[in-house]
C-alpha cells in the first residue's frame, strides 16, 4: 500500500489554504489544514508529519511562536514559514525561532514545492538534543540556557564553552579542545582566553546559584558535573 507523507498548512487565509490542500493533494501528499496556532501545536501532538508549512501572522499564537514551541518540545519538523512581510528582519526572526526556510507571498507554487522537496531532504535524522546536567538545561538549537528554571544571558562564545563541557559530561576536556570548538583559528586567540571565559560562565552559571559545577582539572583542562563539588 502506497504511504503518502503528510503535511501541514496552518494558514488562516482560506483561499491560500484550500490553495495548498489542493495543490499539494494533486501532487500526491496528504493534507491536514488549520488556520489557528493553539489547533496547529495540538495536530502536532497526535500526527506526524513530514513537513509545516506556516503563516507568521495568525490569530491567536502567531507562526513565531508556534515554531518556538514546537522546537522547544524538540519537535524538529521541517518548517517553511509564509508570510506576505518581506523584512529582512522577519526573515531573521523566523529563522532563530526555528524555522528551516522562509517563503515570501505571493509565492511561485513550483518553487514553494522545490523548497518542500529540499527541508525533507535535508531534514537530519537527529537534531541537537536539549542538553541536561544537573538542573542546567542547554538547547543548543535555540542557544539558550537556563539553570534551576531561570534564564542565563551567554555569549556565543560563553555558550559554545558551555556546549562542549555538558556534552562531555563528567569527562575532562582539555583548554586545547575548548580552544579549538570555541575560536575561529584566523582570530589566532590565546589559550588564556579560555580562563577568562570559564570565569564569566562560573559567574553566571555556578556562583548565583551557589553551586561550582565547572571543575578545575589541575594539568589538564576542566570538567562540568552535576553537582558542586571542590576542584581536584
Known amino acids: ?25 494533486a501532487e500526491g501528499w496528504a493534507v491536514d489544514v488549520t488556520g489557528d496556532g493553539l489547533d496547529a501545536l495540538r495536530l502536532t501532538e497526535e500526527r506526524e508529519y513530514a513537513a509545516i508549512l506556516l503563516d507568521i501572522m495568525l490569530p491567536g499564537l502567531n507562526g513565531y511562536r508556534v515554531c518556538a514551541r514546537l522546537r522547544a518540545a524538540e519537535n524538529w519538523t521541517p518548517i517553511i514559514m509564509l508570510t506576505a512581510k518581506d523584512g529582512e528582519y522577519d526573515e531573521a526572526e523566523a529563522l532563530d525561532a526555528g524555522a528551516d526556510d522562509y517563503v515570501t507571498k505571493p509565492f511561485s507554487y513550483v518553487v514553494l514545492l522545490a523548497r518542500l522537496r529540499n527541508a525533507i531532504r535535508r531534514r537530519p535524522a537527529e537534531r ?7 538542573d542546567l538545561v542547554l538547547d543548543p538549537a535555540r542557544r539558550s540556557c537556563a539553570r534551576a528554571g531561570q534564564d542565563i544571558s551567554l555569549t556565543g562564545k560563553e555558550f559554545a564553552l558551555l556546549e562542549v563541557l555538558a556534552r562531555s559530561r563528567g569527562r575532562v576536556v582539555s583548554k ?10 584566523a582570530d589566532e586567540p590565546d589559550v588564556n582566553l579560555v580562563e577568562v571565559h570559564i570565569s564569566a560562565l562560573r559567574r553566571k552559571i555556578d556562583s548565583p546559584f551557589g553551586v561550582r559545577s565547572i571543575r578545575t582539572v589541575r594539568g589538564h583542562g576542566y570538567r562540568l558535573d552535576a553537582e558542586g563539588a571542590s576542584d581536584a
Open 128 to 134: 541537537p538534543a536539549v542538553l541536561r546536567v544537573g
Open 176 to 185: 586545547r579542545r575548548l580552544l579549538e570548538d570555541g575560536w575561529d583559528f
Open 1 to 25: 500500500m502506497l504511504i503518502r507523507m503528510r503535511v501541514l498548512v496552518v494558514e488562516d487565509e482560506r483561499r491560500v489554504a484550500e490553495a495548498l490542500r489542493t495543490g499539494l493533494g
